[in-house]
């Protein structure tokens, strides 16, 4: 019976420790995030379609910064009782908040660490889209063909 209480008194003793967790977890989720919108957007310019999954975690991660604004202003209102103690229920749910979001982004960013390839091949792509799309091809076909218009009569 004592156990349940102290894990309960836990969340107001640790409430800035709480959130100073909350915090660094919320850097290395955008860190991460920054990281895939890189990969998919290199995923993108090479023709490749983007894994549902990886849409998925990428929404995910938008959503759960997007609260976490909120939940920051939260916190910032410092709600104290009667101007001079600090409200110790506020503390409490906040910081029950702060450890339930700090647990969600862990899990998203293992999430993270276990992604696969970002994109696959477009099946209806052409197999020859490399080659289109080389510069060196092209000044080589354009060396040919003007060559070739300067040779004939």
């Given at each position: 019976?004592?156990?349940?209480?102290?894990?309960?008194?836990?969340?107001?003793?640790?409430?800035?420790?709480?959130?100073?967790?909350?915090?660094?977890?919320?850097?290395?989720?955008?860190?991460?995030?920054?990281?895939?919108?890189?990969?998919?957007?290199?995923?993108?310019?090479?023709?490749?379609l983007i894994q549902k999954?990886?849409?998925?975690?990428?929404?995910?991660?938008?959503?759960?910064?997007?609260?976490?604004?909120?939940?920051?202003?939260?916190?910032?209102?410092?709600?104290?009782?009667?101007?001079?103690?600090?409200?110790?229920?506020?503390?409490?749910?906040?910081?029950?908040?702060?450890?339930?979001?700090?647990?969600?982004?862990?899990?998203?960013?293992?999430?993270?660490?276990?992604?696969?390839?970002?994109?696959?091949?477009?099946?209806?792509?052409?197999?020859?889209?490399?080659?289109?799309?080389?510069?060196?091809?092209?000044?080589?076909?354009?060396?040919?063909?003007?060559?070739?218009?300067?040779?004939?009569?």
């Open positions: 019976m004592v156990k349940p209480v102290g894990c309960q008194l836990d969340y107001v003793c640790r409430f800035h420790d709480n959130v100073e967790k909350l915090r660094e977890k919320k850097c290395d989720l955008e860190s991460a995030r920054d990281r895939l919108k890189h990969e998919i957007e290199d995923a993108e310019r090479q023709l490749l999954d990886v849409q998925n975690l990428q929404s995910k991660a938008g959503e759960i910064v997007s609260d976490m604004g909120t939940l920051k202003g939260e916190i910032q209102l410092n709600k104290r009782c009667l101007n001079w103690c600090p409200n110790w229920i506020w503390r409490y749910h906040l910081s029950k908040k702060a450890m339930k979001k700090t647990h969600d982004i862990s899990e998203l960013l293992e999430k993270f660490d276990r992604l696969g390839p970002v994109g696959y091949c477009d099946p209806t792509a052409l197999p020859t889209i490399d080659f289109l799309c080389s510069k060196e091809l092209w000044f080589r076909s354009l060396r040919r063909l003007l060559s070739n218009k300067s040779l004939k009569p």
